[in-house]
């Protein structure tokens, strides 16, 4: 058992519905039954709904399996997909996606209004509705007014998540800091009280609140990812710069990072990002911004996102240089194909763009994976894929590092030279020790580095 409830917090207790249990609601309603309140998951796809009601997880997450299993073995966690059941909650959380439009940087909402409009039909007087999904601003007012068309005296909240794939149950237990955006008259202090009472035991630990409006909260989640994204492109721009310089990016990294003003985290150079927020989020706070006429303000994120994807054709020329001019022919083995660890999301995966790159260059590429090997497989059926290690490193001329998975960057480069046919290989996550390398006979290429 992961986490019990806290007695002295019994009062606190709650039956909430999640609605829409992909990624962020299938973490948010084993996490809600992990705190102790009685939770009702609801989505339209029948298959995820059978895989979560026998608590398993429909994709990887660690710690999930555990909570899922626990949530649903007391009888606290329940999922369907009628959409009546959320009669019996107070509490309604919106947790449903907003990918990226075709063809359009803007977030497509249909989703999300097809969630309030199975929702409005059972809405009782003082239920709260909260909003978790990550939307451009200006989404809760209108949806705060479909709500009040129907049901005048329920209250709308906006909550926005700050999950981390590979941590997203620590971030939703013990979460660093909670935004509610509410309304301005007393209908908010009612809004307040039910979000503390959700999270009490954070409160109990001293997590920061921002009780802000509807546009701010809005604004917060994709102000922190475009801050983010900003971060890991300067430092990859300064890969180029050490690259044309001669100059080292980790150890540019490691001297900036001291400031206090500046920090460390999100500085490690090499191929960007990916998955299915930073990307999408950052585009869609573009469209937003144009459409509200502040698009020269955030001129810049366009150039975050073309940034970010030149890492990408920036490995395909390393791998191409590193195979003597041509890969056409070559087997290159590719460790990663999530776009983080701990993960199994290949969504905007740069490993997977990276693979595709190669092979339509010509190159036998060969994909392995610690979780995503399944999804790869489903996903981009002409790459070849495996879930052992040695069979993808056999005899391949090149080696190419894409996820920093920690038994990647364990393994003993002394061990797997016996195993490739050319010891050579590219760090596309600067994760590796260049030294320990290219002492056991490799030659060793990172991403900025000397």
């Known amino acids: 058992m992961i986490n019990l409830p806290d007695p ?7 039956t909430v519905s999640v609605i829409g249990c992909g990624y962020l609601g299938a973490v948010h309603a084993a996490s809600m039954a992990a705190l102790g309140h009685t939770v009702i998951g609801l989505d339209v796809d029948q298959p995820k709904i059978d895989r979560l009601a026998q608590g398993r997880p429909p994709f990887y997450e660690p710690q999930l399996a555990e909570l899922l299993s626990d949530g649903v073995g007391v009888g606290r966690l329940r999922f369907g997909t009628d959409p009546a059941e959320v009669r019996q909650a107070r509490i309604h959380f919106l947790c449903v996606g907003t990918p990226q439009q075709q063809g359009s940087y803007a977030a ?22 909260v909003g978790k999904s990550t939307v451009p601003v200006g989404t809760a007012a209108r949806l705060r007014d479909r709500i ?26 013990a979460p660093d800091r909670l935004v509610y955006g509410v309304p301005d008259d007393a209908t908010g202090d009612v809004a307040v009280e039910l979000l503390n009472r959700v999270y009490a035991k954070a409160l109990a630990n001293s ?43 980790v150890q540019l990294a ?38 509200l006429g502040a698009g020269s303000s955030v001129t810049f994120l366009r150039e975050v996102d073309a940034i970010n994807l030149r890492r990408r054709s920036l490995m395909t020329e390393l791998a191409v240089e ?11 083995a590719i460790l990663g194909a999530a776009f983080k660890p701990e993960s199994d999301d290949i969504r905007d995966s740069p490993a997977l763009d990276v693979a595709e790159q190669l092979t339509t260059l010509g190159a036998r590429v060969v994909i392995t994976d610690p979780q995503a090997v399944d999804n790869v497989a489903r996903s981009h059926p002409r790459l070849s894929v495996t879930t052992s290690l040695d069979d993808a490193v056999d005899c391949a ?49 990172g991403m900025g580095r000397r």
């Open 8 to 14: 002295e917090l019994a009062e606190s207790y709650l």
């Open 108 to 129: 497509d909402l249909r989703h999300l209004d097809a969630a309030v409009d199975g929702l409005l039909p059972y809405l009782k007087p003082g239920d709260l509705v």
């Open 148 to 173: 009040h068309a129907v049901e005048p005296a329920a209250v709308l909240a906006w909550n926005p998540e700050f999950l981390r794939e590979g941590h997203a149950v620590k971030d939703t237990l």
């Open 207 to 249: 997590t920061p609140v921002v009780i802000t409006d509807y546009p701010t909260a809005e604004l917060t989640k994709v102000a922190a990812n475009a801050f983010l994204a900003t971060k890991i492109s300067f430092i990859n721009a300064m890969a180029d710069l050490c690259e044309a310089a001669g100059g080292d990016v």
């Open 254 to 291: 490691d001297a900036i990072g001291h400031d206090r003003r500046i920090g460390r985290r999100f500085l490690g150079a090499g191929l960007g990002f990916g998955g299915g927020c930073l990307p999408k989020d950052i585009r869609a706070f573009v469209a937003r911004a144009d459409e």
């Open 322 to 332: 590193a195979s003597g001019g041509s890969v056409a022919g070559r087997r290159i």
């Open 397 to 445: 001329d090149l080696v190419l590092l894409l996820t920093e998975w920690r038994q990647y960057v364990q393994l003993d480069p002394t061990v797997l030279r016996e195993l490739v046919d050319r010891p050579v290989i590219l760090d596309g996550r600067n994760a590796l020790d260049p030294d320990r390398w290219r002492a056991a006979g490799w030659t060793y290429r």
